[in-house]
């Protein structure tokens, strides 16, 4: 045997492989270090949107693993091994799995961008999906609010996600809009001054933006007055009903009249001819 001959292609095949394993190793390690801090990255973006520790866990280790499955292919087609059939294998049990699931995957998709966009917080009183109440829980497949009768709603995120969403709580202040019928005999000069005279009397009403007074429309019964104050968000009810129990106290005060919905029935008394 000549070893004269063998030891340069040993060493031919060792710097051609060598070169190829320690890519794949700077690969791997590389790959690995991204995937651990890209989980990272999901975990504290699902922490701030208050989500359970179960289920922060439960998508950090899921984002790991298919991070890692690429960086181990990366690694693998780096060594010369043939992939393709590999990740074919992996696309068609990952199409199968996506149309078996496909409604729970949307959930979890709108989950995510939830989490992503934080259009609502835990503690928000929101509006969408064709219900409204306070958010407790911001979970992966599903939101939970509680009305305000004390009922709790579950919802899939994805009806979430794909409806109008109204967020009561985004803004640290409200506009009370109300309307208020005199009758067309009133004075609405007079009017106008009791309601002014409400307003600035309540503490809750804020300065600015100012108050809103006027006479909104000419209705069947009455003239009706949008009275629209701003509040902070926390005030806005019980400014609602105090304005509304005072506006009916000053105005029987003054004598200021509050229609209602009536109709005048005019009777004629037929009288049938007299056959001749």
């Given at each position: 045997?000549?070893?004269?001959?063998?030891?340069?292609?040993?060493?031919?095949?060792?710097?051609?492989?060598?070169?190829?394993?320690?890519?794949?190793?700077?690969?791997?390690?590389?790959?690995?270090?991204?995937?651990?801090?890209?989980?990272?990255?999901?975990?504290?973006?699902?922490?701030?949107?208050?989500?359970?520790?179960?289920?922060?866990?439960?998508?950090?280790?899921?984002?790991?693993?298919?991070?890692l499955a690429f960086v181990i292919i990366a690694a693998l087609n780096q060594l010369g091994i043939q992939t393709t059939s590999f990740i074919a294998i992996i696309g068609a049990a990952g199409l199968a799995i996506g149309l078996a699931l496909q409604?729970?995957?949307?959930?979890f998709a709108a989950g995510v961008l939830m989490i992503i966009f934080r259009p609502f917080q835990v503690g928000d009183y929101i509006e969408?999906?064709?219900?409204?109440g306070s958010v407790?829980?911001?979970?992966?497949?599903?939101?939970?609010?509680?009305?305000?009768?004390?009922?709790?709603?579950?919802?899939?995120?994805?009806k979430i996600m794909g409806d109008n969403i109204t967020n009561y709580s985004a803004k640290d202040t409200r506009r009370v809009d109300m309307v208020i019928g005199v009758g067309y005999g009133d004075d609405l000069k007079k009017v106008r001054e009791i309601l002014e005279d409400i307003l600035a009397k309540d503490d809750r009403i804020l300065e600015d933006p100012a108050p809103t007074i006027g006479v909104l429309e000419l209705g069947d019964?009455?003239?009706?007055?949008?009275?629209?104050?701003?509040?902070?968000?926390?005030?806005?009810?019980g400014t609602y009903f105090d304005v509304t129990e005072t506006v009916k106290r000053r105005f029987d005060e003054k004598g200021i009249s509050i229609p209602y919905p009536q109709r005048d029935v005019h009777l004629y008394e037929y009288k049938e001819a007299a056959v001749q």
């Open positions: 045997m000549d070893f004269s001959n063998i030891l340069p292609r040993l060493q031919e095949l060792l710097a051609f492989y060598g070169l190829k394993i320690v890519a794949a190793i700077v690969i791997f390690i590389v790959g690995r270090w991204i995937a651990k801090a890209l989980k990272n990255v999901v975990k504290r973006m699902m922490a701030k949107g208050n989500v359970e520790e179960i289920l922060i866990s439960f998508v950090g280790n899921l984002t790991y693993i298919a991070l409604g729970s995957l949307a959930n969408g999906a064709g219900v409204a407790e829980k911001v979970q992966i497949f599903t939101t939970q609010l509680k009305t305000p009768d004390n009922k709790t709603i579950i919802i899939p995120n994805a019964n009455s003239v009706n007055f949008a009275v629209r104050p701003w509040v902070k968000r926390d005030d806005y009810w």
